[in-house]
């Protein structure tokens, strides 16, 4: 055999290879792992050069995968100052003057200040108006802020001067410019009213978008992940990801992009997203296609068998749903894997009928997966297993926006029937199915320790005195494990070389302070993440 490289050492490692469950040392060269074994072989694997880093006491997994991000799209969806935190009018006003003090923004110069991720719940019930801009700012600042839903903003009186909006306006979408008394309040809902201002917005220079991007990925893998399924190919993503791909350190984690179909695009555009598959790099690759059948039961898109409490979310997000499926057909038969966003029981059941009736499965078998299943009926849950379609979830949505007591916008316009079928992860996993586990970045936080621990727990991590939303779907430590590692390789079709630790496996690992098989779920949301390994490189390391 020859030398490691790399050996890295601890107190336990979760192999999740059944053949060995358990070791204390993997040996890596070359991006693979050569052997996996106890500290006593260490010493037959070490050559002259083998770095060998001892972690003690932690536990090392195999690298995690989060199943759905966005971070091409996310890049603009963050720009500027953090306001998640929020939760006063006060606190709005603190963290917009301490966002411009730290990065030296020239507010009276006339440049912009841009923030995001601001509940709206922040404003404690009073109207949510620019008041708070100005009471930070001035009168004259730029400000635009991204709500946390990424479909609205808030921008300052300067903002809105230098758009032009003076008065309500006139939308073909259900947009909108809120006015108080016949003025505007600064307060944008849905895409065509934010872009009046955003548009205004200086796009940023590609030095700073690809430092950002860059910054992005490193800080996913310090907290574990060595990979993402990136749900966006669009506009700038490919010179991106070759950019910092071509740097000397490479991307610090692997992405795996799927570009989007849309119901307006036509038959160039699936031959285009066919012709993108051959599309790689060092350590990225385009390998699916994006689909969305609807949109969001919180915005009354989403589509149901049975309108919800407003009378809304039934119709398809494709006015002619006949068209996904032959969209899904075309791609399967050129071997595309398909992704398709799917929320209400009647846009999951088109999903499943779709894949049911794929002429096509018999050839080599290509993966399917939906996202999100937000309410799911009895009669489907079976379906995922014997279709071999993967549930890609995201356990955070339900704990951060949902409430035990229904009391929450989502479960009130789904009524108590439909919301008591809530985010089903462990009946799809006792039900057989595969389930892969994600953040959706920037919805929510892609911290993977967190989303494990929520998926266990079925409230958010550190916060006991949170009732847990249906405890029955929470899932064993294992199987949120797996859903980050072995069940996400096999959703990519890389079952035989990812996910585990095992001789001949991808070199990705990740090592924690607690382990997350028997750590207390709230305390492994904060464990230490001491070392980050992608293809048998360290890309991060306490
Ligand atoms: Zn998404």
Redesign the pocket.
């Known amino acids: 055999m020859t030398a490691a490289q790399l050996v890295v050492v601890a107190d336990t490692v979760h192999t999740l290879d059944p053949a060995r469950p358990h070791a204390q040392a993997v040996a890596i060269a070359d991006g693979r792992i050569t052997a996996v074994g106890d500290r006593a072989d260490v010493g037959s694997w070490r050559g002259k050069d083998t770095e060998v880093v001892d972690l003690g006491a932690a536990t090392v997994t195999p690298g995690l995968v989060d199943g759905?991000?966005?971070p091409v799209m996310g890049l603009v969806l963050t720009a500027g100052i953090d306001l998640s935190a929020v939760r006063t009018r006060g606190e709005l006003v603190g963290a917009l003057r301490a966002g411009v003090a730290d990065a030296g923004t020239d507010v009276r110069g006339g440049a912009w200040v841009r923030g995001w991720g601001l509940d709206p719940n922040a404003f404690e019930g009073a109207p949510i108006t620019h008041e708070p801009l100005v009471a930070a700012l001035g009168p004259d600042a730029l400000v635009h802020i991204t709500l946390f839903d990424a479909h609205s903003a808030l921008v300052s009186p300067r903002a809105l001067e230098l758009a032009g909006i003076t008065g309500p306006r006139e939308f073909r979408s259900g947009a909108s410019v809120v006015v108080a008394d016949g003025r505007p309040t600064g307060h944008l809902l849905e895409l065509e009213a934010v872009d009046l201002v955003g548009d205004l917005l200086p796009s940023e220079a590609p030095e700073q978008r690809r430092r950002r991007f860059r910054d992005l990925l490193q800080s996913m893998a310090a907290v574990g992940l060595v990979g993402a399924n990136a749900?966006d190919f669009e506009g700038d993503s490919a010179e991106l990801v070759q950019a910092v791909a071509q740097e000397e350190a490479g991307l610090p984690i692997r992405l795996r992009f799927a570009p989007f179909v849309m119901p307006q695009h036509g038959r160039d555009h699936l031959d285009h997203v066919v012709d993108l598959q051959r599309s790689a790099g060092r350590r990225w690759a385009v390998d699916g296609a994006k689909f969305m059948v609807d949109g969001t039961i919180d915005g009354g898109t989403a589509w149901l068998e049975e309108a919800d409490t407003h009378g809304e979310s039934t119709a398809p997000f494709w006015p002619d749903p006949a068209e996904y499926t032959a969209a899904v057909e075309f791609l399967t038969a050129r071997g595309v894997p398909t992704v398709t966003?799917a929320i209400g029981d009647a846009g999951i059941r088109h999903v499943l009928r779709t894949v049911a009736g794929l002429s096509t499965r018999t050839g080599p078998v290509v993966p399917h997966r939906i996202?999100?299943i937000e309410t799911l009926p009895d009669d489907l849950v079976e379906e995922f297993a014997r279709l071999d379609v993967t549930a890609s979830m995201q356990p955070t949505h339900c704990t951060h926006f949902t409430k035990a007591d229904h009391s929450d916008n989502w479960s009130r316009r789904l009524g108590k029937v439909r919301a008591d079928r809530a985010f089903r992860t462990r009946d799809l996993r006792d039900a057989g199915a595969r389930l892969a586990l994600g953040s959706?970045w920037p919805?929510a936080p892609f911290d993977p320790r967190a989303v494990i621990a929520d998926a266990r727990l079925r409230r958010t991590a550190g916060r006991v005195e949170e009732e847990p939303v249906l405890p029955g779907q929470a899932l064993t430590a294992l199987m949120a494990l797996e859903g980050y590692t072995t069940h996400a390789a096999t959703a990519a079709g890389l079952g035989d070389r990812a996910g585990t630790v095992r001789a001949g496996a991808r070199a990705d690992l990740a090592a924690f302070g607690l382990d997350p098989l028997r750590a207390d779920p709230d305390e492994f949301a904060q464990s230490p993440v001491h070392l980050t390994v992608v293809d048998g490189s360290v890309v991060h390391r306490a």
């Open positions: 759905h991000v966005h749900m966003h996202e999100h959706d919805v």
